[in-house]
């Protein structure tokens, strides 16, 4: 309290929120050890359950507190984007904002995000976890929710777990797919991003079809 939080080491923050260590450990001993082994809270992030199990001294609870913070960590940043980007105006905007939280992911996440008329989100919702084989079933949720909140565009996001971004034959036959839909609706399919590693593939950017104008 007396010299804040921004003069605290990562090994410090860390023992803060473990509170207690273990017979032998201080609180900072154990943080310490996180670190030695994570070296940072993003490789920590998304660290698999067996990581965890080497540490002596962090059971459930504890790593439960870590992941928590770590996550509200991921959710502010997602809504200090939000509140900085009024309007998105390039596939860089949406990027910026989703790419820290997906580019770690070990499984593929489809969000869709949806836009008033003045190109500002009014929601950005999780549709489906793993690769979309059948596509047919996520369009219809898709197209279902741009209409329940009256969006008058969207925006497809997914992330490839390999940190590679070249679209697959799936990728591009599910963008062509959703924008003949929303094209039937009269609702703009203004791009389909796909998160890498540090890195993303914009289907706009490149001049792929289908992106529409509806």
């Known amino acids: 309290m ?3 939080e921004q ?21 900072l001993d154990l943080a310490r050890n996180v670190m030695d082994k994570f070296k940072t809270f993003r490789n920590m992030s998304y660290a698999a359950s067996s990581d965890w199990k080497t540490l002596r001294g962090l059971g459930p609870a504890k790593i439960a507190q870590i992941r928590a913070a770590l996550e ?10 939000r509140a900085v980007v009024t309007q998105i105006k390039s596939s860089r905007e949406i990027a910026e904002m989703l790419l820290p939280q997906m580019r770690d992911l070990k499984i593929e996440i489809f969000k869709a995000v949806f836009l008033d008329s003045q190109n500002r989100i009014i929601e950005i919702t ?4 793993g690769t979309v084989n059948c596509a047919s ?10 209409l329940a909140l009256f969006a008058v565009s969207l925006i497809c996001v997914h992330n ?5 971004v070249s679209p697959s034959p799936q ?4 963008t062509k797919d959703l924008a003949q839909a929303s094209k039937v609706l009269g609702i703009k399919f203004l791009d389909h991003l796909i998160i890498g590693d540090n890195r993303y593939y914009s289907f706009a950017d490149q001049d792929q079809p289908p992106v529409n104008s509806a």
Request: charged share 30%; glycine share 8%.
């Open 2 to 4: 007396r010299c804040g």
């Open 7 to 27: 003069q605290l080491s990562n090994s410090e923050l860390l023992a803060i929120l473990l509170s207690t260590g273990t017979r032998g450990q201080s609180a």
């Open 72 to 81: 509200i960590g991921r959710r502010f940043r997602e809504d200090e984007m």
């Open 126 to 129: 999780d549709i489906a976890q």
């Open 137 to 146: 079933p996520f369009i219809r949720e898709i197209c279902h929710k741009a």
């Open 160 to 164: 490839h777990p390999s940190g590679e």
């Open 171 to 174: 990728d591009r036959q599910f």
